[in-house]
């Protein structure tokens, strides 16, 4: 049997931008809070965010999180192998070899990684839900998505291997993201990949990306 290629596709337009899949992946993934300070300057440390555009006098969203390049910047750039690819697809993050360079922050097209500048802290009671499959990063280093990977590893241990599900698709209300095997035909998200609507974000930068998305196109007529 060959390697997965772990994909997600999200359809824009099921999402509504609740924000349950940002709430999600911040409990999921122990991402450190950042306070009304740290925003003011630019310094969130969201995995995952709800990109908001206007067009016109209608807002468009855009669930926006590490795209898993096959051919990622990031990966070329980092001077300590840090960050690195997965024979499943999965872009990894090696956090105890990242030394802060913010390299592959400057690299990536789609600004999706984040730079951990304070030591981590919760307010109280916030620290009793950490989830304890998951590292503390500590100050000094690059943080981004990971598809959940402590879900991926968990569900390919057991026997069989069950499909895993990411904390932003498990939550999602509308059903919006799907997430699965992109080498399997038969899998959700490879149907998807095959629809009209379908399209990557910055497609000829040629980075590749796992994310795809879904969303009719509307043309304005001219005025």
Partial sequence: MSEPRWGMVIDLDLCNGCQACVVACQAENNVPLSDEEACLRGKELNWLR?????????????????????????????????????????????????????????ACPYKVRVFNWREPRWPE?????????????????????????????EAGWQSPPVQPVPACVQTCPTRAIQFGDMNDPESAVAKLAHDPRAYCLLEDFGTKPAVIYLKKIEYEPDQ
């Avoid at 969203?61 to 690819?85: D, I, N």
């Avoid at 950490?130 to 990977?149: A, M």
């Fill in 50 to 106: 709800i990109q908001r555009y206007w067009v016109g006098d209608r807002v468009v969203l855009l669930p926006l999180m590490c795209q898993q390049c096959e051919m990622a910047p990031c990966e070329q750039v980092c001077p300590t192998f840090a960050t690195a690819h997965s024979p499943s697809g999965l872009n990894e993050m090696t956090y105890n070899r990242c030394i802060g360079t913010r390299l592959c922050i400057n």
């Fill in 125 to 153: 009671p916030l620290g009793e839900q950490l989830n304890p499959d998951v590292s503390v990063r500590t100050r000094g280093v690059s943080e981004k998505c990971t598809f959940c990977v402590q879900r991926i590893r």
